[in-house]
């Protein structure tokens, strides 16, 4: 089976892209053994040439040394021979013997007479020596022989001083040459002291000599054919492994260029049922190579079952001879399905005469994906080309229809058989109904080749713009956009131009009138602002005179107060009835009525004419709850009131302490004074991330909500004055918005009538500036 890795595969040296190297068992460990044979061939041969050489060199010493020593057997029997057969009293002949002399001539006849059959071999002289070392006679006769033995064999004395006792030994001849000598003694030879026989070294190894050039030639012979064995052999290993470099690089090469043309190589031995995939094609697939070839049912495994049945292909193959272009999906190591085009053939094969499929296979997974985003958007195209309101139609370089919208066909009255993609334009357009053209709109400033822009009527009565523009390729595309609407808005154009022109006429006679109204504006808006000064003046003049009155009946009412508290203690006798202590009490208390108003009067005035000042400190809200929760705790008490505080104790607002006071008492006020018996008022503080909200919450009569945005305004009640059910002046909630929008804050109030009220102050936090609070809270408020 196949595993997935993506490691980089190795190359093998059994085959070459499925190609066996080598078929035969022997041959196959052979190609094993020859990395190895490579080395031990030369040196197998180096050491036979070496022990060749060898043997035969001390084959030939030894029989040089055989020759040798033969030859020195031989020559001292020859000298013991002439030595002992010599006759006693042979004279010496008087004189020198020359070797022409008559004497000398006996001598040699005698010599002759006295040697065995090959006894004087070529190269072997005998000499007959004096007792004075004169050489007496020689055989074979030499001219120019020396006279003395000593000059005859050079220098070297052993033979003389020795004698017989030297045995035969190698000398150098008066000439250079090197020989065998030796000497005998003849006992009683007269005139003759010595026999010596020489012989020279080369006639006695002439033949070993001869022997020797035979084997050298024989050595060399060999030593010729085995160098040239080795040679060939080396050549043929340095081409065998040049021929198997080329075939791996051309292996590598191929699969290189396989691999980055994402193809794969495929040899399918149908006759044996086994597949090879080349490296690029494991590659491709992300699976790595377990083994040399693939069997059939692991390959059909992978194939996609609804593409291709390669046991089908493999019948249809051994059917009849055929080729393979076919694409089918294949299931890659990952799991994902890759797309293939196979192109192969039957190839025979000239060793076994099997049939092999072979051939490649591309990655067309990209192309396919191409091809289907291809069609999604020419898909598109045309709906798009469909879905637009305007005509539109496509020929190319030949004047053939490409593309064409149902607009188109409708214009030209032209069935979709007709307007069939392909044919021509004369075709077309010759059964067309052509609109009739009206005028030819003129190119801009840089008109553009090929292209014009005409305006055509319908016999409907529609008008069309028709653009016509050359595409790149040499064909063009026009579109037709219906401008009827324009048309029809270009002569409502021409009919207002005209009116407008009637129109600017009679704007120009208003223009006068209305200049005659400007000035007229201008004078009454100075009257206005005359009047509006007054009216400031006379409010500034109320505000004043209000204050001047507060202050004015506060004197006098103090002074009806302290009476009517003496009369009612009674500090200078008692009054007699008790409806005299009665009527003091009432004048008590309307006097504190009538000075509370008239206190809420002069507040409202010193607010109105900004002459309130206030002393901004951190002040503590439970602190001034507290106080002005003692205020109307009796009240709250006589009407029986549930009166409930959730506060925070550490919540600190920046405000005057005096004015914080007043806006809580006169809010907790109005909310006893306007619920009912048995109700409740609830005050809640909430700290905010810059400001501190203060809720005083009632369960009253409520307010209408058509009250709401009136109240917080001097004066201003939501009863009227013939059916009024509580006193009061109307300034308490004034009052409370006015110093609370002083201190940066502000007041909103919420209510529904028969529920209840909820009344909000919101006062600033210490360390934020006043400013960004009444920015804030105007925000608010007109929220």
């Known amino acids: 089976m196949l595993e997935a890795d993506p490691a980089p595969f190795s190359a093998r040296a059994a085959t070459i892209l499925g190609i066996s190297r ?52 031989d020559i001292d029997l020859v000298a013991r021979l002439l030595a002992g057969s010599l006759p006693a009293g042979l004279g010496r002949p008087s004189g020198l013997v020359a070797p022409e002399t008559p004497g000398a001539a006996a001598l040699r006849e005698r010599l002759v007479r006295l040697l065995p059959p090959g006894g004087l071999p070529a190269g072997r002289t005998l000499l007959l020596i004096g007792a004075d070392d004169a050489i007496l006679a020689a055989l074979p006769e030499q001219f120019g022989l020396p006279r003395n033995f000593s000059e005859f064999v050079g220098e070297v004395q052993v033979l003389g001083i020795m004698g017989e006792r030297a045995g035969v030994l190698p000398v150098v001849l008066g000439n250079g040459e090197r ?22 070294l080369d006639s006695v190894t002439a033949l070993w000599a001869g022997r ?63 597949i090879y995939w080349s490296d690029s094609m494991y590659q491709l697939l992300g699976y790595v190579r377990e083994q040399e070839f693939l069997s059939f049912g692991d390959v059909n495994g992978l194939v996609h079952p609804d593409d291709t049945d390669l ?42 005469n099997g049939r092999h499929l072979v051939g490649i296979v591309i990655d067309i997974s990209e192309q396919r994906r191409l091809a289907e985003s291809t069609a999604t958007a020419d898909m598109r195209l045309r709906d798009a080309v469909e879905a637009v309101s305007e005509a539109f139609v496509l020929w190319d ?26 044919r021509r334009y004369d075709a077309i357009m010759g059964r067309a109904a052509l609109p009739t053209v009206r005028r030819e709109i003129p190119a801009g400033e ?3 080749a090929g292209a014009r822009t005409f305006e055509a009527e319908l016999a409907d009565g529609r008008w069309l713009q028709i653009s016509e523009r050359r595409t790149k390729d040499g064909g063009y595309v026009s579109v037709g956009t219906d401008i009827t609407a324009l048309k029809r808005h270009q002569e409502r154009l021409v009919e207002s131009e005209r009116q407008l022109i009637a129109t600017i006429a009679d704007l120009k006679r208003s223009r006068r009138t209305l200049e005659i109204q400007t000035q007229q504006l201008a004078d009454l808006a100075e009257r206005y602002l005359d009047q509006k000064a007054q009216a400031e003046s006379a409010n500034r003049s109320k505000s004043e005179f209000l204050a001047n009155m507060s202050h004015e009946l506060r004197t ?109 008492v006169n809010l907790l006020q109005n909310a006893v004074k306007f619920t009912p018996e048995a109700g409740r008022v609830a005050v809640r503080t909430r700290r905010a991330i810059d400001a501190v909200h203060i809720f005083v919450e009632d369960s009253g009569i409520g307010i209408p909500k058509a009250a709401l945005p009136k109240l917080g305004y001097p004066f201003e009640q939501v009863e009227t004055n013939f059916a009024r059910s509580y006193k009061g ?44 609070q009444a920015q804030e809270m105007a925000a608010e408020v007109g929220a």
């Open 22 to 73: 080598v078929s035969k068992a022997a041959h196959q460990r052979l190609a094993h053994a020859e990395s190895w044979l490579r080395f031990a061939v030369p040196a197998m041969l180096a050491a036979f040439l070496i022990c060749l050489g060898t043997v035969t060199a001390l084959q030939l010493s030894g029989h040089r040394e055989e020759v040798v020593s033969d030859a020195r057997r």
């Open 179 to 200: 020989a065998l000598a030796t000497v005998r003694a003849v006992q009683g030879g007269g005139g003759v002291a010595q026999v010596a026989v020489v012989q020279t």
């Open 212 to 274: 020797a050039r035979i084997a050298a030639v024989l050595v060399g012979a060999v030593t010729l054919v085995v160098v040239c064995t080795g040679l060939a052999y080396a050549l043929q290993a340095d081409r065998a492994r040049a021929v198997d470099r080329v075939c791996e690089q051309v292996r590598q090469r191929l699969d290189t260029a396989l691999g980055r043309g994402r193809c794969g190589l495929w040899d399918w031995d149908i006759p044996r049922g086994r």
């Open 311 to 352: 046991y089908g292909l493999a019948r249809q193959l051994a059917a009849r001879d055929t080729t393979v272009d076919h694409e089918f999906r294949i299931r890659a190591a990952g799991g994902e399905w890759v797309w293939l085009k196979a192109r192969a053939e039957i190839v025979q094969d000239l060793e076994d």
């Open 397 to 422: 370089a030949q004047n053939r229809l490409v593309l064409c919208n149902s607009k188109f066909r409708r214009l030209h009255a032209l069935t979709s058989d007709e307007a069939q993609p392909g």
């Open 446 to 448: 840089f008109p553009e």
């Open 556 to 664: 006098p009412l103090n002074a009806i107060l302290g009476f009517a508290e003496v009369m009612e203690s009674e500090v200078f006798g008692a009054l007699g009835s008790e409806k005299y202590r009665e009527y003091c009490r009432d004048i008590r208390s309307s006097g504190h009525y009538l000075l509370s108003v008239i206190d809420d009067i002069l507040d409202m005035s010193r607010i109105d004419a900004r002459r309130v000042k206030l002393a901004k400190q951190p002040v503590a809200v439970s602190e001034a709850l507290e106080r002005a929760l003692k205020l109307i705790a009796e009240p709250a008490r006589m009407k029986g009131l549930t009166v409930s505080v959730e506060m925070s104790a550490d919540a600190l607002v920046m405000a005057d302490e005096r004015a914080l006071h007043q806006i809580l």
């Open 729 to 772: 002046s109307g300034l308490g909630l004034a009052i409370a918005r006015s110093l609370a929008e002083l201190h940066g804050g502000g007041l909103r109030i919420r209510s529904e009538e028969g529920t209840g009220t909820i009344v909000l102050v919101r006062l600033p936090r210490p360390g934020l500036s006043d400013a960004a």
